[in-house]
């Protein structure tokens, strides 16, 4: 069963950058980056497959970028913060195809979360 285990999050201002992290025990075939903000639904923030496509979220287009490194980390740079940005932020992953990328219900695999808090 492979693991994920989050890092880099944190409390910051409007306007600053943190670097997300998830590292896999085992290789993957596809991962994403959800979020979940107190009382609403988990939704997928950026996710990219074994061909190294991304898709990311309207919201979070242009401010975001996601990277994969030696195919078990998964980083997402976030830059330009908002407080609507403030969610847990949960790293998954899974081997189905095809697959809806920010679909929470495609995914096999979850991380633990990491707190994004942004203060204006």
């Known amino acids: 069963q492979v693991q994920l285990v989050e890092s880099g999050g944190g409390s910051v201002q409007t306007g600053d950058s943190l670097r997300l992290s998830c590292v896999a025990s085992?290789?993957?075939?596809?991962m994403a980056w959800f979020r979940q903000a107190p009382g609403k639904e988990r939704v997928g923030v950026a996710g990219?497959?074994?061909?190294?496509?991304v898709t990311y979220a309207r919201s979070v287009e242009g401010r975001f970028t996601l990277s994969r490194d030696k195919a078990k980390v998964l980083i997402m740079q976030m830059d330009s913060l908002r407080p609507e940005d403030t969610a847990m932020y949960y790293c998954a992953a899974t081997n189905k195809w095809p697959l809806l990328l920010l679909k929470a219900s495609e995914y096999t695999t979850w991380g633990q979360g990491t707190q994004v808090t942004v203060s204006s």
């Open positions: 085992g290789y993957m075939n596809h």
């Open positions: 990219m497959d074994a061909g190294n496509r």
